[in-house]
Every structure is written in C-alpha cells, then in structure tokens.
C-alpha cells in the first residue's frame, strides 16, 4: 500500500503501538528507535475544561508527507488529541491510487488546446498525459470496485491507540451532487468506521441534495454536518435542518464574522444542539478586510466563544483550522501549538 516519503513503517507505527499498550512504561528507560508520538500517550489532551480542542487536517496540507503515518505525527506535535480527518488522508491509507499526473500542467495545456495555441511538443506532452490519465482512470475503477469501507477500521484503531479521537470525517468529492447512491453510502459507512459522529460537506445550493443526503445519513446512522465560508448567516441551515433530523451544522466562527455577521453568540445559543463540530479560525471583519490572522489578532471572538462554550457545557468540539499565512521564522506545526495555546489560556481563564 503506497503513501508519500513514510519516516516509518505502518507495520512497525501499529506494532510498536501494540508493544506499548500491552505494558512497556517510560519511567527510566529509553525507547530508541521509537516514534515521536509514543510520550503523547500518557500526557496528551486537548479537552479543557470540558471544551474539546481538536483540529481538521485541512490544516497540513502544505506538509510534503500526506500520508496517514505522518498526518498523525503532526497531529500530535500540535498538540491535540481529536480531529476532522480529511478523506484524501484517510483514502490513501486504505490503497486508494495515487494520481501522480500533474494538473496544473494538464490544465494549462489543456486550455491551450481550445485555442488552437499548442506547440508540437506540447501536442506530444498532452498526448502523453491523456495516456496517463486513462491509465489512473482505469486504476482507480478497479479500486473502487473493491473498496471496503471497513479497512477504515484500521485506521481508527492506529489513531485511537495513539490517543486521537476521529470525531468528524470530511470525504472531499464523495458527498457532492452528482455522485450515486453507492458512493454517498460508502463515505458515511467510512465515517462510522472511522469512529466519527458525523461526515461533513459544504452547504449544498440545491436543497434537494441536502434532502438526498439527509435521508441517506438517517439510512446510514450517521449525520451530515454542513459547513460554510461567507454565505453563513444565522438562518443559512434552515431548510437543511427542516428536511431531516440527520441534517446537522458544522459552521466555522472566522468565516461567520468575514461575511459581516454580528449575532455570534445568538448563533451559537440558538443551535448549542445542532452544532456537531465547528471551524475556528481568527479573521477580521468585513468591514476590516476580511483577512486570516494568527490567533487573537483579528475581528473573530474566539476566547469569549470558547468561554461560551465552557460555560454552557456545549459539547460539541472546537476545530481549529490553520489558513493563515507561516511566518519566515515559524513552521506550521508551531502556529497550531499557538492557536491551541491560546485556545487552553482561554479556557483557564
């Protein structure tokens, strides 16, 4: 099964999980040769003060390994213990083919192509790629048609004997309008074999796939939590959550005050209940300009929402989603460690 560049093998990641659950300790003794992730296991939670902190993997999408080995690593360098997993992640781990054609190229040639603009290499480089993605194409039918949406269990238990939670599962593509019956069944059958209590996806403009869908995740004993950028406004989720009891939210609190909203706290209150997980990033106002900001440094408020939270007993978790820009002198992991500081501080306040 191939992933991108792995620091380690799955077989030693899960057995040396293995070795230490069955009752190897870190007292004295140093354990060479082990990964980064073992000391995690007996000091590592994100939950404060009944808040849960977690994060989407959305977040390490400019990390050169994708793989689920090392998404893992990082999600534990950052320093939480629950997530929104995304679905190319999660794919990968289980055998999905991995498309090593280069779209940008694809595109741009393919762009040129309707013009009638191709140079007689390019008509050659693009014969070429068409080959290549009939190739993928081809692969990846053979792949689908033995999918099973239980091999996801062995990632959970790899994440969970490592000491994060899968608490909401994002499947890309799989949830869209469009797509069949089976390929919806599968990414919430995915979900739950995860451990998740919820798949997510954007909004859909047309109601009746939010329909389609809802009654597809009551079928499937999971809910569909719907997310959304600047379009969220208060009663944005309305008819979603008049067409079925599976139709939940997953809102994003940056986004929410980007599009000019000032009712946060209403928000939250009115749907405490529908809420199953929600984005939060740090961005300013409309009026502001509307840019992503470290933590604490824009329009969105995060602490007072947190202690909103706390306060409330709402038990639905905060997932910090990382978008704004690294600086020269940091990496990303270090930006989340922040992000999740300022989340614990507060909390302790």
Known sequence: MKSNKKNFTRRSFIGKTA???AGLTLSSRKLWGFPNYIP?????????????IGLITYSFRAMKDQSAEATLQYILDSGVNAIELMGGVAESFIGKPENKINR??????MRKEKKNDLSRDEKKELADLHLQKA???KELEN??????????VKLRDMYNDAGVKIYGFKPNYLLRKGNSDENINYAMQAGKALGASHVTIELPEDPAHSLRLGKLAQKNGIKVAYHG????HINWWDTALEQSESNVLNPDLGHYIA???????????????KIYSMHI????????????????????????TLQLMRDNKYSFPATIEYEYKTPEDSTIIEELKKCVAYCKNALDS
Not at 104 to 109: D, M, Q, T
Not at 283 to 300: C, E, I, V
């Open 19 to 21: 070795t230490l659950a």
């Open 40 to 52: 995690h296991l007996l000091k590592h939670n994100s939950g404060i003060n009944g808040v849960q």
């Open 104 to 109: 940008r190229i694809y595109s741009r040639l």
């Open 135 to 137: 190739s993928f194409d």
């Open 143 to 152: 792949w689908n048609k033995n999918r099973n949406a239980e091999d996801f």
């Open 229 to 232: 950028h600047t379009q969220q």
């Open 259 to 273: 599009a000019g909203n000032t009712d946060t706290f209403e928000f939250i209150k009115k749907f405490s209940s």
């Open 281 to 304: 990033k740090d961005r300013k106002s409309l009026a502001n300009g509307q840019d992503n900001m470290p933590f604490g440094m824009g329009d969105t408020p995060i602490k007072e």
